[in-house]
Protein backbone atom coordinates (compact mmCIF):
# COMPACT_ATOMS: atom_id res chain seq x y z
CA UNK A 1 0.00 0.00 0.00
CA UNK A 2 1.51 3.73 -0.82
CA UNK A 3 1.66 5.73 1.83
CA UNK A 4 0.90 9.29 1.04
CA UNK A 5 -0.29 12.66 2.25
CA UNK A 6 -3.62 13.29 1.62
CA UNK A 7 -3.54 17.13 1.94
CA UNK A 8 -0.69 17.32 -0.47
CA UNK A 9 -1.98 18.24 -4.11
CA UNK A 10 0.70 19.42 -6.03
CA UNK A 11 2.94 16.21 -5.81
CA UNK A 12 0.08 14.46 -6.80
CA UNK A 13 -0.08 15.69 -10.49
CA UNK A 14 3.46 14.58 -11.31
CA UNK A 15 4.54 11.99 -9.57
CA UNK A 16 4.15 8.35 -11.10
CA UNK A 17 3.94 5.24 -9.41
CA UNK A 18 4.04 1.71 -10.94
CA UNK A 19 0.17 1.50 -10.82
CA UNK A 20 -0.47 5.10 -12.20
CA UNK A 21 -3.56 4.26 -14.89
CA UNK A 22 -1.89 7.09 -17.20
CA UNK A 23 1.29 5.22 -17.65
CA UNK A 24 -0.75 1.97 -17.68
CA UNK A 25 -3.30 3.30 -20.32
CA UNK A 26 -0.76 5.72 -22.76
CA UNK A 27 -0.82 3.53 -25.29
CA UNK A 28 -4.14 3.09 -25.52
CA UNK A 29 -4.91 6.72 -25.29
CA UNK A 30 -2.44 7.96 -28.33
CA UNK A 31 -4.74 5.55 -29.92
CA UNK A 32 -7.91 6.11 -29.13
CA UNK A 33 -6.78 9.81 -30.63
CA UNK A 34 -5.79 8.27 -33.37
CA UNK A 35 -8.76 6.98 -34.04
CA UNK A 36 -10.77 10.33 -33.08
CA UNK A 37 -8.48 12.00 -35.72
CA UNK A 38 -10.01 9.70 -38.27
CA UNK A 39 -13.37 9.98 -38.07
CA UNK A 40 -12.91 13.55 -37.56
CA UNK A 41 -11.38 13.64 -41.04
CA UNK A 42 -13.84 11.42 -41.96
CA UNK A 43 -16.98 13.38 -41.10
CA UNK A 44 -15.39 17.27 -41.70
CA UNK A 45 -13.41 16.41 -44.63
CA UNK A 46 -14.39 13.49 -46.70
CA UNK A 47 -18.17 13.17 -46.19
CA UNK A 48 -18.25 17.21 -45.44
CA UNK A 49 -21.20 16.27 -42.73
CA UNK A 50 -21.22 19.51 -40.75
CA UNK A 51 -23.89 21.44 -42.36
CA UNK A 52 -26.55 17.81 -41.79
CA UNK A 53 -28.19 19.29 -39.10
CA UNK A 54 -29.66 15.51 -38.29
CA UNK A 55 -26.36 14.13 -37.55
CA UNK A 56 -25.73 17.45 -35.22
CA UNK A 57 -28.07 16.01 -33.07
CA UNK A 58 -26.49 12.64 -32.20
CA UNK A 59 -24.90 15.04 -29.18
CA UNK A 60 -27.78 14.75 -27.48
CA UNK A 61 -27.36 11.07 -27.09
CA UNK A 62 -24.13 11.39 -25.66
CA UNK A 63 -25.19 13.40 -23.00
CA UNK A 64 -27.75 11.23 -21.66
CA UNK A 65 -25.69 8.15 -21.77
CA UNK A 66 -23.02 10.47 -20.29
CA UNK A 67 -25.93 10.65 -16.82
CA UNK A 68 -26.29 6.78 -16.91
CA UNK A 69 -22.58 6.18 -17.49
CA UNK A 70 -21.61 7.95 -14.54
CA UNK A 71 -24.09 6.18 -12.24
CA UNK A 72 -23.04 2.99 -13.17
CA UNK A 73 -19.11 3.80 -12.36
CA UNK A 74 -20.14 5.21 -9.32
CA UNK A 75 -21.83 2.49 -8.24
CA UNK A 76 -18.63 0.12 -9.39
CA UNK A 77 -16.74 2.33 -7.59
CA UNK A 78 -18.02 2.34 -4.10
CA UNK A 79 -18.91 -1.38 -4.67
CA UNK A 80 -15.29 -2.40 -5.02
CA UNK A 81 -14.08 0.34 -1.97
CA UNK A 82 -16.79 -1.41 0.48
CA UNK A 83 -15.09 -4.59 0.10
CA UNK A 84 -11.67 -2.84 0.23
CA UNK A 85 -12.46 -1.09 3.02
CA UNK A 86 -14.34 -4.27 4.65
CA UNK A 87 -10.94 -6.19 4.69
CA UNK A 88 -9.16 -3.38 6.43
CA UNK A 89 -11.67 -3.46 9.13
CA UNK A 90 -11.65 -7.45 9.34
CA UNK A 91 -7.62 -6.96 9.66
CA UNK A 92 -7.77 -4.08 12.02
CA UNK A 93 -10.06 -6.65 14.07
CA UNK A 94 -7.55 -9.43 13.98
CA UNK A 95 -4.72 -6.91 15.16
CA UNK A 96 -6.69 -5.88 18.21
CA UNK A 97 -8.15 -9.29 19.08
CA UNK A 98 -4.70 -10.90 19.19
CA UNK A 99 -3.60 -8.03 21.50
CA UNK A 100 -6.25 -8.29 23.59
CA UNK A 101 -5.88 -12.09 23.74
CA UNK A 102 -1.88 -11.86 24.34
CA UNK A 103 -3.30 -9.60 27.49
CA UNK A 104 -5.15 -12.11 28.68
CA UNK A 105 -2.69 -14.90 28.89
CA UNK A 106 -0.08 -12.77 30.03
CA UNK A 107 -2.17 -11.86 33.15
CA UNK A 108 -3.41 -15.50 33.53
CA UNK A 109 -0.30 -17.35 33.34
CA UNK A 110 3.06 -17.01 35.44
CA UNK A 111 6.15 -15.94 34.15
CA UNK A 112 8.23 -18.55 32.87
CA UNK A 113 5.46 -20.78 31.91
CA UNK A 114 6.05 -22.88 28.74
CA UNK A 115 2.69 -21.71 27.84
CA UNK A 116 3.81 -18.18 27.14
CA UNK A 117 6.18 -18.70 24.72
CA UNK A 118 3.93 -21.28 23.33
CA UNK A 119 1.39 -18.51 22.08
CA UNK A 120 4.57 -15.77 21.48
CA UNK A 121 4.62 -17.66 18.00
CA UNK A 122 1.30 -18.88 17.05
CA UNK A 123 -0.48 -15.50 17.84
CA UNK A 124 1.61 -13.74 15.37
CA UNK A 125 2.45 -17.22 12.81
CA UNK A 126 -1.96 -16.89 12.27
CA UNK A 127 -1.76 -13.52 10.82
CA UNK A 128 1.04 -14.80 8.67
CA UNK A 129 -0.21 -17.82 7.17
CA UNK A 130 -3.63 -15.93 7.20
CA UNK A 131 -2.03 -13.40 5.20
CA UNK A 132 -0.79 -16.14 3.18
CA UNK A 133 -3.81 -17.97 2.76
CA UNK A 134 -5.47 -15.23 1.14
CA UNK A 135 -2.79 -14.46 -1.39
CA UNK A 136 -3.17 -17.47 -3.03
CA UNK A 137 0.26 -17.13 -5.64
CA UNK A 138 2.43 -17.91 -2.26
CA UNK A 139 4.00 -21.13 -2.30
CA UNK A 140 2.98 -23.75 0.15
CA UNK A 141 6.64 -23.85 1.51
CA UNK A 142 6.45 -20.00 2.95
CA UNK A 143 3.50 -20.98 4.95
CA UNK A 144 5.58 -22.79 7.28
CA UNK A 145 8.90 -21.11 7.04
CA UNK A 146 8.03 -18.82 10.19
CA UNK A 147 6.71 -21.40 12.41
CA UNK A 148 9.68 -23.56 14.49
CA UNK A 149 10.20 -27.31 13.62
CA UNK A 150 7.87 -29.23 16.29
CA UNK A 151 5.04 -26.74 15.12
CA UNK A 152 5.79 -27.47 11.37
CA UNK A 153 5.37 -30.86 11.71
CA UNK A 154 1.97 -30.97 12.98
CA UNK A 155 0.66 -29.13 10.18
CA UNK A 156 -0.98 -30.74 6.57
CA UNK A 157 -0.26 -28.28 3.91
CA UNK A 158 -3.32 -29.64 1.74
CA UNK A 159 -5.72 -28.79 4.54
CA UNK A 160 -6.79 -25.18 5.44
CA UNK A 161 -3.49 -24.31 7.29
CA UNK A 162 -5.35 -21.04 8.99
CA UNK A 163 -7.90 -23.61 10.39
CA UNK A 164 -5.18 -25.87 11.59
CA UNK A 165 -3.29 -23.32 13.78
CA UNK A 166 -6.19 -22.05 15.40
CA UNK A 167 -7.18 -25.36 16.34
CA UNK A 168 -3.47 -25.85 17.84
CA UNK A 169 -3.91 -22.54 19.95
CA UNK A 170 -7.39 -24.54 21.09
CA UNK A 171 -6.12 -27.41 22.14
CA UNK A 172 -3.50 -25.48 24.59
CA UNK A 173 -5.80 -23.46 25.91
CA UNK A 174 -8.12 -26.80 26.66
CA UNK A 175 -4.49 -28.27 27.76
CA UNK A 176 -4.27 -25.78 30.18
CA UNK A 177 -7.73 -25.86 31.98
CA UNK A 178 -6.88 -29.62 32.21
CA UNK A 179 -3.80 -28.47 34.05
CA UNK A 180 -5.56 -26.26 36.50
CA UNK A 181 -3.68 -23.60 34.78
CA UNK A 182 -6.38 -21.11 34.37
CA UNK A 183 -10.31 -21.56 35.26
CA UNK A 184 -13.33 -22.22 33.26
CA UNK A 185 -14.23 -18.89 33.40
CA UNK A 186 -10.67 -17.37 31.82
CA UNK A 187 -11.07 -20.71 29.24
CA UNK A 188 -14.19 -19.08 28.07
CA UNK A 189 -12.37 -16.02 27.90
CA UNK A 190 -10.06 -17.00 25.92
CA UNK A 191 -12.54 -19.13 23.71
CA UNK A 192 -14.11 -15.86 22.54
CA UNK A 193 -10.74 -14.23 21.15
CA UNK A 194 -9.64 -17.70 19.65
CA UNK A 195 -12.97 -17.81 17.86
CA UNK A 196 -12.46 -14.34 16.74
CA UNK A 197 -9.65 -15.36 14.38
CA UNK A 198 -11.41 -17.52 12.22
CA UNK A 199 -14.45 -15.95 12.09
CA UNK A 200 -12.24 -13.01 10.77
CA UNK A 201 -11.04 -15.89 8.67
CA UNK A 202 -14.25 -16.83 7.41
CA UNK A 203 -15.18 -13.15 6.73
CA UNK A 204 -11.98 -12.48 4.52
CA UNK A 205 -12.20 -15.82 2.39
CA UNK A 206 -16.27 -14.32 1.54
CA UNK A 207 -14.19 -10.98 0.07
CA UNK A 208 -11.69 -12.88 -1.88
CA UNK A 209 -14.07 -15.79 -3.20
CA UNK A 210 -16.94 -13.29 -3.91
CA UNK A 211 -15.97 -11.36 -7.00
CA UNK A 212 -18.45 -8.63 -8.53
CA UNK A 213 -20.55 -10.33 -10.78
CA UNK A 214 -19.12 -11.16 -13.98
CA UNK A 215 -21.93 -10.05 -16.50
CA UNK A 216 -21.91 -6.64 -14.39
CA UNK A 217 -18.64 -5.98 -15.04
CA UNK A 218 -18.42 -7.12 -18.57
CA UNK A 219 -21.25 -4.75 -19.24
CA UNK A 220 -19.76 -1.56 -17.71
CA UNK A 221 -16.48 -2.50 -20.08
CA UNK A 222 -18.84 -2.62 -23.10
CA UNK A 223 -20.44 0.38 -22.14
CA UNK A 224 -17.55 2.48 -22.11
CA UNK A 225 -15.78 1.11 -25.28
CA UNK A 226 -18.91 1.95 -27.24
CA UNK A 227 -19.63 5.22 -25.16
CA UNK A 228 -16.08 6.62 -25.98
CA UNK A 229 -15.92 4.51 -29.58
CA UNK A 230 -18.74 6.99 -30.89
CA UNK A 231 -17.68 10.60 -28.89
CA UNK A 232 -16.49 11.82 -32.01
CA UNK A 233 -19.33 11.83 -33.95
CA UNK A 234 -21.81 13.38 -31.53
CA UNK A 235 -18.83 16.37 -31.09
CA UNK A 236 -17.17 16.60 -34.05
CA UNK A 237 -19.03 19.23 -34.84
CA UNK A 238 -18.80 21.78 -32.30
CA UNK A 239 -15.56 20.59 -31.28
CA UNK A 240 -13.60 20.22 -34.77
CA UNK A 241 -10.13 18.65 -34.21
CA UNK A 242 -10.13 19.90 -30.50
CA UNK A 243 -12.11 16.03 -30.37
CA UNK A 244 -9.47 14.54 -30.45
CA UNK A 245 -7.53 15.32 -27.03
CA UNK A 246 -11.26 15.42 -25.65
CA UNK A 247 -12.22 11.92 -26.44
CA UNK A 248 -8.78 10.86 -25.34
CA UNK A 249 -8.94 12.28 -21.79
CA UNK A 250 -12.56 11.03 -21.50
CA UNK A 251 -11.39 7.73 -22.56
CA UNK A 252 -8.36 7.75 -19.53
CA UNK A 253 -10.89 9.24 -16.49
CA UNK A 254 -13.57 5.92 -17.58
CA UNK A 255 -11.23 3.27 -18.23
CA UNK A 256 -9.09 4.51 -14.98
CA UNK A 257 -12.03 4.49 -13.04
CA UNK A 258 -12.64 0.74 -14.14
CA UNK A 259 -9.19 0.01 -13.37
CA UNK A 260 -8.99 1.35 -9.76
CA UNK A 261 -12.41 -0.48 -9.23
CA UNK A 262 -10.98 -3.51 -10.06
CA UNK A 263 -7.48 -3.04 -8.40
CA UNK A 264 -9.23 -2.65 -5.06
CA UNK A 265 -11.90 -4.98 -4.98
CA UNK A 266 -9.70 -7.61 -4.36
CA UNK A 267 -7.73 -5.92 -0.95
CA UNK A 268 -5.64 -8.75 -0.15
CA UNK A 269 -3.13 -9.16 -2.84
CA UNK A 270 0.52 -7.82 -3.32
CA UNK A 271 -0.90 -4.50 -5.26
CA UNK A 272 0.56 -1.10 -4.36
CA UNK A 273 -2.93 -0.27 -3.82
CA UNK A 274 -3.61 -3.53 -1.77
CA UNK A 275 -3.52 -3.98 1.95
CA UNK A 276 -0.42 -3.81 3.73
CA UNK A 277 -1.20 -7.34 5.09
CA UNK A 278 2.75 -7.95 5.99
CA UNK A 279 3.36 -5.05 7.74
CA UNK A 280 -0.05 -5.54 9.76
CA UNK A 281 1.28 -9.08 10.35
CA UNK A 282 4.91 -7.74 11.82
CA UNK A 283 3.16 -5.12 13.85
CA UNK A 284 1.74 -7.97 15.29
CA UNK A 285 4.29 -9.85 16.18
CA UNK A 286 6.02 -7.10 17.50
CA UNK A 287 3.30 -6.41 20.02
CA UNK A 288 2.49 -10.10 20.81
CA UNK A 289 6.56 -10.35 21.69
CA UNK A 290 5.62 -6.96 24.22
CA UNK A 291 2.74 -8.43 25.82
CA UNK A 292 3.58 -11.80 26.40
Known amino acids: MIAHD ?7 TYRFQRSDTLRRLFPWIIAVCVYSAFVAWLELEYWKLSEDSNIRNISMMHTLLGFVISFALVFRTNTAY ?12 LVNNSRNLAMKLAAMLPEGDSA ?5 IMIPAYATVLKNHLRSNDTRIELFDHLPDDVRRKLDADKHIPNQVA ?8 NLHKEKKITGEQMLFLNAELQSF ?5 ACERIKNTPIPYSYSTFIKKFIIVYVATLPFGYVFNLG ?12 VLISLEIIAEEIEEPFGADENDLPLGRMAQSIQAHIHELI
Open 82 to 93: ERWWEGRKLWGA
Open 198 to 202: TDICG
Open 167 to 174: AMMFRQVS
Open 116 to 120: RGYFR
Open 241 to 252: YYVVPMVGFIFY
Open 6 to 12: PKSWLPA
